[in-house]
């Protein structure tokens, strides 16, 4: 129902854009949001949009990564530029009233 791609690894500096592919009744009906989890630590929030385009971001990101969507095509993207070892983890999409989770994609900002 949620697909991530997009991830690899990079050099610090670098950028990737992740992309969530997301049913079309899910996308219909759902604020979408980016998480992340890195090795031994919880998930966590990183950015969201609603369904008419409002987005918010995790202050920690210091303005590094942009979320948007894409309604028509039912996609929802993470541009991460900047990246630093700090962000390597793997990145999730999720749908929040229906609470369902893609599988994941690996993000790394390694050196």
């Known amino acids: 129902q949620l697909a991530e791609s997009g991830g690899g690894l990079v050099q610090p500096g670098g950028s990737l854009r992740l992309s969530c592919t997301i049913a079309?009744?899910?996308?219909?009906?759902?604020?979408i949001a980016w998480y992340r989890q890195a090795p031994g630590k919880e998930r966590e929030w990183v950015a969201s949009?609603?369904?008419?385009?409002?987005?918010n971001h995790a202050d920690f990101l210091q303005g590094r990564f942009t979320i948007s969507r894409d309604a028509d095509r039912n996609l929802v993207y993470l541009q991460m530029n900047n990246l630093k070892p700090g962000d390597t983890a793997v990145y999730y999409c999720h749908a929040r009233l229906t609470n369902a989770w893609g599988q994941g994609t690996q993000g790394t900002g390694s050196p």
């Open positions: 079309v009744d899910i996308s219909r009906r759902n604020p």
């Open positions: 949009v609603t369904r008419n385009g409002n987005i």
